[in-house]
């Protein structure tokens, strides 16, 4: 069965230290995957999607086939990127997306 | 540029009724997905619309009906509620530039509502 998994909820780190979210997937197809960002009191955005290997606010993700992985890492956090994370799992060919259950970073100053 | 808008914000429902939940495309957008986030969760995919016909669906049951109009505007109907439906309700649309299909080859951005708190007592 498809699933995606984000094994820490909550993630802290002092700023200007490396971050790296986690996130595992479970798909036997072709994967999509995206990362989602809601900051406090904002509405749900797309950060960055693997296939355009593109970063974003210093943020980059690599899609990992053989470890299902797809982590999101920054090298030098800032207390603007506190917030909550979502990775995602886009399956096609069932027009259908899976969400995590998030990661909520939080940068100390 | 208007963004998604959705409404109500806040509704409280008892079991066994029936709901209506509104979304309104941002403009240009043809594609309309929900979600249902509870709380402490992922958003769960519940179906998504493109031109006004269903284009996929998560797991959710028959209860769950949605409807797009030629605006492009959408609800979400959800009978006989049950206490595990309270949830916030995201809709989200897209330009639908893949022709519809989910995300095909990550073309479409989703941009999200405010969301729907449902509370069901």
């Known amino acids: 069965a498809q699933r995606v998994t984000q094994p820490e909820k909550l993630l802290s780190v002092f700023k200007g230290a490396p971050v790296e979210l986690k996130c595992n997937y479970s798909y036997s197809g072709s994967p999509e995957l995206f990362w989602y960002v809601q900051y406090s009191r904002q509405r749900l955005q797309l950060l960055l999607r693997h296939i355009s290997r593109e970063s974003i606010k210093g943020f980059t993700a690599d899609l990992n086939k053989g470890e299902t992985s797809f982590h999101l890492k920054k090298p030098f956090a800032q207390e603007e990127d506190s917030a909550m994370y979502y990775c995602a799992l886009l399956y096609s060919s069932a027009s259908k997306i899976i969400f995590g259950s998030g990661t909520r970073l939080s940068i100390r100053p | 540029e208007t963004g998604v808008t959705q409404s109500p914000t806040h509704l409280i429902k008892t079991r066994g009724q029936q709901v209506t939940l509104r979304c309104s495309s941002q403009s240009g957008h043809n594609t309309v997905s929900w979600y249902q986030q509870a709380l402490g969760q992922g958003p769960q995919f519940i179906f998504q619309y493109y031109r006004e016909e269903e284009n996929g669906r998560g797991n959710f049951p028959p209860r769950f009906s949605g409807l797009q109009f030629p605006n492009y505007s959408s609800e979400l109907n959800v009978n006989a509620l049950e206490l595990d439906d309270s949830a916030l309700y995201l809709c989200?649309?897209?330009?639908?530039?893949?022709?519809?299909?989910f995300g095909a080859g990550g073309t479409d951005t989703q941009y999200f509502g405010p969301g729907t708190r449902l509370t069901v007592l």
């Open positions: 989200a649309s897209s330009p639908g530039t893949s022709g519809g299909r």
